[in-house]
């Protein structure tokens, strides 16, 4: 059976290759694709702009080749792009049926599904269902009676509407998977034809879900809605399989980044991955470097010689950068958002450490938070300042419906969930605090390399930094700066030369909320 998988991106590079590196490859809706592919399936990718011609790329892949089935992937700022492909595709040809997967539909999935734009939504964990629903489909095909329709289905994780009669079907949740060895390496070549750099720094992800509780944080949600350990990692043989797979597709690639949300929280099974990473570099002739994302708990924090014995299993399997969560430099925001505990001076003592192995620590930073003071906000600057990280990737708040940190909000009277604007997410405020009104909000999330670099770095880099920041806020205006960052020598030698060597090109990972990557699977 012909189906199609669309991915949908605001800010983009071209619309024949709106991504840039590798790493913007999300892994739900490719895990989609591949599951599909391997069950016999005809599966195409499409990944789709604002500006993107319909008719010239979905309109024609109808025409030519009848698919039965769309699959569509949504976090919030992708929500209505989706629905403006789901509307397009069913008005070109109604006996097409649509799914959606992604945070959104999960944390929303009663009002997603009455909207009455797509004829089911995922509700779990998505690799067996697809499969079910394509299998399901395919026998309607053989037999010339596609079902519009398909109350009657009984498909763990899926919720149908009956486009008739709005009636709703919902299934029963399957426990999450405990095998993630079971799942497949993602096929990358679907993403060949839209990704500028397939070779440059592509993410592997080493494992599902977290077990922490960050009110601003989907995870709280998700685990909610199966049964069985959330927490779940892949194998250390499994992954290096995969970095094989990806060295013999894309044998250029020299960096990879390891997706994880909370890497080091189980120290026994990160120290397992570490010790297969150097052995796999000790191995081969061209080693391989890594960023990955860390938890930083008090094993790290507290006790100096764990620091010491986690930076040598760091540098034996070459990861030569650490994403760090500090989203608040203030304790007190810190308790709100229920971050690890640790003080700004242990923050500070492991980032000297990090760099006295040579090892570049990032830091992600939260602006605009409910109950945040501007003094809160100054606090954060402290910190980053006084640690001086290799960057940091600052974001303003935005507000998952579904997580804590959206209902404070909503009780506090901070937002309107149904005025909520779902474009620039996490580059545009939403919320105006007291004393920290949106404008000045907006403004910090512009000036924050200079407040926390001035000094440090030469001042052109900083107002480089400041300059994309305002860009990142206009995605019109960003698209046409990622265009000519890889198309205009000039723009292409300013971005090398003022961007840290790993910052993607959108936030395709959104580590402490809902991750753009995050589709029909839990990423």
């Avoid at 892994?27 to 694709?33: E, T, V």
């Avoid at 069985?228 to 995969?242: A, D, L």
């Amino acid at each position: 059976m012909k189906i199609g998988c669309v991915y949908t991106v605001e800010a983009y590079n071209s619309i024949e290759q709106p991504l840039g590196p590798a790493t913007n490859i999300p892994y739900g809706i490719s895990l989609i694709a591949t599951v599909l592919n391997d069950a016999g399936h005809d599966v195409e990718l499409f990944v789709i702009t604002p500006d993107t011609p319909l008719d010239e790329y979905i309109g024609k892949y109808i025409e030519d080749e009848r698919p039965s089935l769309f699959c569509l992937t949504a976090v919030s700022a992708q929500y209505e792009m989706a629905k403006k492909v789901s509307r397009y595709i069913t008005q070109t040809d109604d006996t097409i049926f649509c799914i959606l997967g992604g945070h959104h539909s999960l944390l929303n999935s009663e009002k997603v599904i009455r909207e009455g734009v797509f004829d089911a939504i995922c509700v779990g964990e998505g690799e067996k269902a697809i499969v079910s629903l394509a299998d399901e489909l395919n026998k309607d095909v053989e037999f010339n009676e596609i079902s519009r329709i398909p109350p009657s289905y009984e498909i763990p994780n899926l919720l149908f509407r009956d486009r008739a009669t709005g009636e709703i079907k919902e299934n029963e949740t399957r426990s999450f998977n405990q095998d993630l060895d079971s799942l497949p390496f993602i096929d990358r070549s679907l993403w060949d034809r839209w990704i500028q750099n397939p070779s440059d720094y592509p993410a592997l992800l080493l494992g599902r879900g977290c077990p922490f509780k960050c009110t601003y944080c989907s995870n709280h949600a998700m685990a909610k809605l199966a049964t069985g350990t959330y927490v779940r990692f892949r194998s250390p043989e499994n992954i290096i399989g995969e970095i094989e797979y990806i060295r013999s597709t894309h044998p250029d690639t020299e960096r990879m980044y390891l997706e994880v949300e909370t890497f080091g929280a189980n120290r026994k099974a990160s120290y397992a991955i570490f010790d297969a990473l150097g052995e796999y570099n000790n191995a081969v002739e061209k080693p391989i470097s890594f960023g990955i994302n860390l938890a930083l708990t008090s094993n790290y924090m507290v006790h100096h010689e764990r620091r010491q014995e986690l930076f040598e299993k760091v540098k034996v399997a070459n990861i030569t950068s650490i994403n760090i969560g500090l989203e608040s430099g203030s304790g007190r925001m810190r308790n709100l958002l229920k971050r690890p505990a640790y003080t700004n001076d242990e923050l500070i003592d492991f980032c000297q450490d990090a760099k006295s192995h040579n090892i570049k620590v990032l830091f992600y930073i939260l602006i605009g938070l409910p109950n945040e003071t501007i003094e809160d906000y100054m606090e954060t600057v402290r910190v980053a300042r006084a640690a001086q990280p290799y960057d940091c990737y600052v974001s303003l708040f935005f507000p998952y419906l579904g997580t804590d940190l959206a209902d404070t909000a909503i009780h506090m009277g901070l937002l309107e969930p149904d005025h909520m604007s779902l474009t620039s997410e996490r580059a545009r405020s939403l919320l105006d605090l007291p004393g920290f009104s949106k404008r000045r909000q907006r403004f910090e999330y512009m000036i924050f390399m200079w407040r926390v670099y001035k000094g440090h770095w030469p001042m052109d880099k900083i107002i480089a930094n400041v300059t994309i920041a305002f860009f990142r806020a206009h995605p019109k205006i960003y698209s046409v700066y990622l265009f000519l960052s890889t198309n205009v020598q000039f723009i292409r030698t300013f971005t090398n030369r003022y961007n840290a060597f790993d910052r993607k090109v959108k936030a395709k990972k959104l580590p402490r909320s809902i991750s753009t990557r995050a589709d029909f699977s839990k990423d």
